[in-house]
């Protein structure tokens, strides 16, 4: 993901303003064109934007409620430095997975990854998807570092499933399932912590500057 | 074209994000949300891509897990001429739940990126969940089309 106006230094402003003219090797925009680019034209008209123009009573409905949340800012606060310092802690136990990971090889890489979106997960009260904790448990059998999981944040009764899960898979045979998914098990566990930090770090941005949205909300409001 | 991985990545960091309960903390009720996201409507309808993209990426922020969001985030995106970012959008829209508008949407954006066998694929996957709407069936093949590169 990417940071946009929203989470922009300036708010309003894009990272990326739009040139004046098509795109180089773009197709010619037809005579009518609205934004200059067929690609995009194509774009708007499947989202079917021109349906959606907003009459003015509309518009008016819409600016007040947008203005109101706007103006209901310093009792938010609070609640906002909460979830910051809730995703701060959730990055915290990753530093700490990734550095005890780096001592135990892939296996280990593998359920550091996982262990992130796992510390994340955990923090913001999601449940685990099944596919993870199955990956989580095996791995850490692998490793032999069932045992270990509850030193390194995971919450009690994630570890008590990983630990069950991987003795049943142990006692059916099925690691060498899981040492066959290897590859598979690397490029999803790279895959997910790609995503998610970027995810996270976009939310962070988007957060910090939380102001400055309301600000472009209210300004927008205001123009009217 | 996204693999079945990194859906399953996306899907993962929607939800830690939506269990964050941004638009709760931040004090936006439902009806205020909903009034952001038509005042982002509202300014791609008038062409003010900038002030469309903010709304609307922060509409998706206070509900990550809603996909239309994303869809619109990545026509004001795709509006700015930023593709990439585009792409991303219409990702995050395609792992919550698979369309042929969010598949056309992405083939635009490949074909703008140069990425030709990328907006094949996302072409094929279109045409695969074609509509059953005749105008719609209309747009989406004009869409395709004008991107196809003749063989």
């Known amino acids: 993901m990417s940071v946009g106006a929203v989470g922009s230094v300036s708010p309003g402003l894009p990272a990326e303003a739009a040139p004046a003219g098509p795109a180089p090797g773009s197709p010619a925009a037809e005579a009518g064109s609205r934004t200059g680019d067929v690609a995009a034209d194509h774009a708007l008209e499947l989202l079917m934007v021109a349906e959606a123009a907003l009459t003015d009573d509309g518009v008016r409905t819409a600016s007040t409620a947008v203005r109101q949340a706007a103006e209901r800012r310093i009792e938010q606060r609070a609640k906002i430095r909460e979830i910051l310092r809730r995703i701060q802690e959730a990055q915290q136990h990753r530093s700490w997975w990734q550095k005890f990971c780096d001592a135990f090889g892939w296996v280990g890489k593998v359920l550091g990854a996982i262990g992130g979106v796992v510390a994340v997960v955990a923090t913001a009260g999601a449940a685990l998807p099944a596919g993870l904790a199955i990956g989580l448990a095996a791995g850490a059998s692998a490793a032999g570092l069932t045992s270990a999981l509850g030193r390194l944040g995971i919450g009690a009764a994630d570890r008590d499933a990983a630990n069950l899960l991987a003795d049943r898979m142990q006692e059916e045979g099925q690691l060498s399932d899981w040492q066959a998914c290897e590859r598979d098990g690397r490029a999803m566990a790279e895959a997910l912590v790609s995503i998610e930090s970027a995810m996270r770090q976009q939310a962070l941005r988007w957060i910090g500057n939380e102001d400055a949205a309301r600000q472009l909300a209210a300004s927008v409001v205001l123009d009217r | ?151």
């Open chain 2, 1 to 151: 074209m996204m693999g079945k991985t990194e859906e399953t990545g996306v899907r993962t960091a929607i939800s830690a994000l939506t269990q964050l309960g941004l638009a709760e903390a931040a004090g936006w009720t439902p009806a205020e949300r909903a009034a952001l996201l038509r005042l982002g409507r509202d300014g791609l309808a008038r062409g003010d891509w900038m002030t469309a993209c903010g709304l609307l990426e922060y509409a998706a922020l206070l509900d990550p897990d809603r996909a239309e969001t994303w869809e619109l985030v990545a026509g004001a995106r795709m509006a700015a001429r930023r593709w990439a970012e585009a792409l991303a959008a219409v990702e995050v829209a395609w792992a919550l739940g698979r369309t042929w508008r969010r598949a056309t949407l992405a083939a635009l954006c490949c074909a703008r990126l140069g990425d030709a066998a990328a907006a094949e694929r996302w072409r094929k996957a279109a045409r695969d969940r074609a509509p059953d709407d005749e105008e719609e069936y209309r747009r989406m093949e004009r869409a395709l089309e004008d991107q196809e590169v003749p063989s």
